[in-house]
Nanobody, 122 residues
Framework: VQLQASGGGLVQAGGSLRLSCAPS????????MGWFRQAPGKEREFVGS????????YVVDSVKDRFTISRDNAKNTVYLQMNSLKPEDTAVYYC????????????????WGQGTQVTVSS
């Protein structure tokens, strides 16, 4: 099952976007769902994650004052709410799943989809 991230677009600095992540096809269960981003010429970096069972979230320090993660169990969908966007947030954003505790390494996540482009203009 692949995950499909959506909701990206072009936004001015200071604006907000909410990205969605849902599985393409059948529903599935997972331990933790993560958000990543990859800017041109840079490595894919972990942004945050949510534990599916209880909704506990973790967001990296660099964005935790501006980004938050939530889920809708009924829709099997996870959201990344991004506020006060900055040009350096420009990247392709991906969601993925992992069964491992505590990891933030992209290699430990799976079910990657195509991602959604977020572009923040100054």
């Amino acid at each position: 099952v692949q995950l499909q991230a959506s909701g990206g677009g072009l936004v001015q600095a200071g604006g907000s976007l909410r990205l969605s992540c849902a599985p393409s096809g059948r529903t599935f269960s997972t331990y933790r769902m993560g958000w990543f981003r990859q800017a041109p010429g840079k490595e894919r970096e972990f942004v945050g994650s949510i534990r599916w069972s209880d909704g506990i979230i973790y967001v990296v320090d660099s964005v935790k004052d501006r980004f938050t993660i939530s889920r809708d169990n009924a829709k099997n969908t996870v959201y990344l709410q991004m506020n006060s966007l900055k040009p350096e947030d420009t990247a392709v954003y991906y969601c993925a799943t992992t069964k491992y505790v505590g990891t933030t390494r992209p290699g430990d996540f799976g079910s990657w989809g195509q991602g959604t482009q977020v572009t923040v203009s100054s």
